[in-house]
């Protein structure tokens, strides 16, 4: 089966790890990826660097707005790059394009009018409450040869919304990663810290991710002081860079605040990080205090890393943790909240080493690349029209055919 993958960006995030995963695990027996995706970013190089056939296209523009000058704008980018999309699938003519965002999905759509091209869209993200969204869910339901995979029930629900009959056509596939990278290794914990100039005796928490406002550093940051008055051994790691347009404010913002607590010497930015593994593992407790978060990679990483993770609710998040078992689950935006918790669980050793082992096993357990790519094959198979050389793989995707 020949699969066109199509990402809008070339900046690397979340949605692109997990192409980068799908692309190095596919069956290559069964499966032949070709990559459709801008040049601008560190994507293009990840995609060569696997041998896949790629292909270049203009970046997409397309944001949430009303004002016009930037809507004629983002509509002349959006006819380009449609353009671009058409011409390469009547080239390569797949049997499946897989368009790995929302965006992506409304072009490889309008690209492939008139072509009857199974389209899916994997979605990454959460649909804002916005005029547009409605637009986004009418869009979809008009093009019944369009199926979509959601990272997590949260994500299925937020796309469908009212449109009841785009539940049908949604499955979800919960995200997996490469467990091995974040097995524990004897040592690594003590050689990071000593890198990082960390004593053995902080309490270290650690907040991974871009920096963007939605992944809530800012509140972290505002409210260390506060966690410091109680655990004065207390060191926070901000690991993670500003990837996508206005979050260099952002950036600066989060240092700013940092300098004017008076806590420099508290809080290390630590940028993108290519060891994050070994960063994790050096930590006792990882934070998540997104205001929006679609899955939440990063706590699947923490959990096969066995460092306790402590979240603030939202999207897809509590279908990863269960509270006060595999992680500590709290409101989103109640800052007390927020310092207490922290507090409370670096007083609290044992709850963290319970949470932190049961979390571990629940990771191993639910959430391997294997099992997110026997998910996917699966899915490929229910979704393409049967094909003469692939009878035996189609007779076990009953499991993926019950949910179209
Ligand atoms: C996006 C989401 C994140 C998710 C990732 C992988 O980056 O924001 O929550 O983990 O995609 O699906």
Redesign the pocket.
């Known amino acids: 089966m020949k699969i066109l993958f199509y990402n809008h960006t070339g900046k690397v995030?979340?949605?692109e790890?997990?192409l980068e995963l799908t692309l190095a695990g596919l069956d290559r027996s069964r499966f032949k990826s070709i990559v459709l995706c801008p040049k601008d970013g560190p994507l293009v190089e990840m995609v060569r660097g696997f041998g896949v056939r790629t292909e270049i296209c203009p970046e997409l523009q397309l944001r949430f707005t009303l004002r016009l000058d930037l809507l004629i704008k983002y509509l002349v980018s959006f006819w380009t790059v449609l353009s671009k999309v058409r011409s390469t699938v009547v080239e390569v003519d797949p049997d499946v394009v897989h368009a790995n965002s929302i965006r992506a999905g409304l072009v490889a759509t309008a690209a492939t009018l008139g072509l009857g091209t199974h389209v899916v869209w994997h979605l990454?993200?959460l649909l804002p409450r916005h005029p547009f969204s409605t637009a986004i869910r009418a869009f979809a339901v008009l093009f019944a040869r369009t199926r979509m995979i959601a990272?997590s029930q949260a994500v299925a629900d937020n796309f469908a919304g009212k449109f009841f009959s785009l539940r049908k056509r949604v499955s979800v596939i919960l995200?997996g990663i490469e467990l091995d990278r974040f097995k524990q290794v004897a040592g690594k914990r003590n050689a990071i810290r000593k890198e990082l100039q960390l004593d053995e005796t902080d309490f270290v928490i650690g907040i991974v991710g871009l920096l963007t406002p939605r992944k809530g550093q800012l509140a972290l940051l505002r409210n260390f002081p506060r966690v410091l008055e109680q655990v004065p051994h207390a060191k926070c790691l901000i690991v993670g860079g500003a990837v996508f347009n206005k979050d260099e404010q952002y950036a600066e913002l989060l240092r700013k605040t940092v300098a004017e607590s008076g806590i420099s010497d508290r809080v290390h930015f630590l940028g993108s990080r290519a060891d994050v593994p070994a960063i994790m593992q050096s930590l006792d407790l990882l934070v998540m205090n997104?205001s929006?978060?679609?899955?939440?990679?990063?706590i699947v990483e923490a959990m096969a890393c066995g460092t306790p993770v402590l979240a603030a609710i939202s999207?897809?998040i509590p279908e990863i943790i269960q509270h006060s078992r595999t992680g500590w689950l709290i409101k989103q935006g109640n800052d007390r909240l927020l310092v207490d918790s922290i507090i409370n669980l670096a007083e609290s050793l044992e709850t963290r080493q319970l949470i932190a082992t049961r979390a571990r096993e629940h990771a191993l357990n639910t959430f391997s690349s294997s099992r997110y790519l026997r998910d996917l094959e699966l899915f490929y198979q229910a979704t393409a029209p049967v094909t003469q050389d692939q009878p035996e793989v189609l007779a076990q995707s009953e499991a993926a055919k019950l949910a179209f």
């Open positions: 995030s979340g949605a790890r997990m990454h993200d990272v995200n997104s929006v978060e679609p899955f939440g990679l990063v999207g897809g």
